[in-house]
């Protein structure tokens, strides 16, 4: 509903907006280790690093207003949208999951625990990637779920490629690659085996026996 009428905005004042899917990866990992109730905890932690991070991005896009907390809203799971108006450019968008994928990289500390993971983005533009709220979202989540595919810790763009598919020689289905000049030189692997992505709760110095658990 909320995406409906910042569409309509859009189409009126002929301007861009972004939707853009975040989600943790390898959460169920976390669960599995460290109970749902850490889990839990981590999710917050992750929506309030989210909001805190969009509060000071808002010079750069405009985050639309909601009944959900501050314009981020849970789609399942683990998984968070965001809605971004009056882009003025897509680089715009760009700068925002940056700085998300930034700020997740602090450490999520839970008792004498330090727990590490990272997080996959995908962004969806209006009106080059969809003009209604359905297709903007399907492809978000499309261009996140290619983010994991190229190893997680990282943002993505849509493309129309990552829906088309044909079979290699060996009869596997293989996901074809479109670049885009200019936009893709946008596309950022964030942090590699030696560079980590973190959620963050109130910070607390880690103890001499406090625990480092990777799961990223």
């Known amino acids: 509903e909320e995406l409906g009428r910042a569409l309509g905005q859009a189409r009126r004042h002929h301007r861009q907006l972004c939707v853009l899917t975040l989600d943790l990866d390898q959460f ?3 669960n599995d280790t460290l109970g749902h109730g850490v889990g839990n905890e981590l999710l917050l932690s992750a929506a309030q690093r989210v909001v805190e991070t969009l509060r ?3 010079t750069i896009a405009a985050l639309q ?16 949208c965001v809605l ?3 882009l003025n450019h897509y680089h715009d968008a760009a700068k925002v999951a940056f700085r998300l994928l930034e ?3 602090k450490p999520f500390c839970s008792g004498d625990q330090e727990v590490f993971i990272t997080a996959s983005i995908g ?12 297709v903007l979202i399907r492809n978000a989540g499309a261009a996140m779920h290619f983010a994991k595919s190229q190893g997680r810790d990282n943002y993505q763009f849509y493309s129309r490629a ?3 598919v044909y079979l290699d020689e060996a009869g596997k289905p293989v996901r074809l690659k479109t670049f885009r000049p200019g936009r893709d030189a946008l596309r950022r692997r964030h942090g590699d085996g030696a560079q980590r992505a973190g959620l963050h709760m109130p910070a607390r ?4 026996h406090q625990r480092r658990l990777d799961f990223a």
């Open 205 to 208: 110095r880690r103890g001499r």
């Open 65 to 80: 207003d909601s009944s959900s907390s501050e314009g981020v809203a849970r789609l399942d799971g683990d998984e968070f």
């Open 103 to 105: 700020e997740l990289r």
């Open 162 to 164: 990552m829906n088309a």
């Open 84 to 86: 971004l108006t009056d």
């Open 123 to 134: 962004m969806a533009l209006y009106p080059l990637d969809g003009d209604d709220s359905e």
């Open 56 to 58: 000071e991005c808002d």
């Open 28 to 30: 169920k990992r976390i």
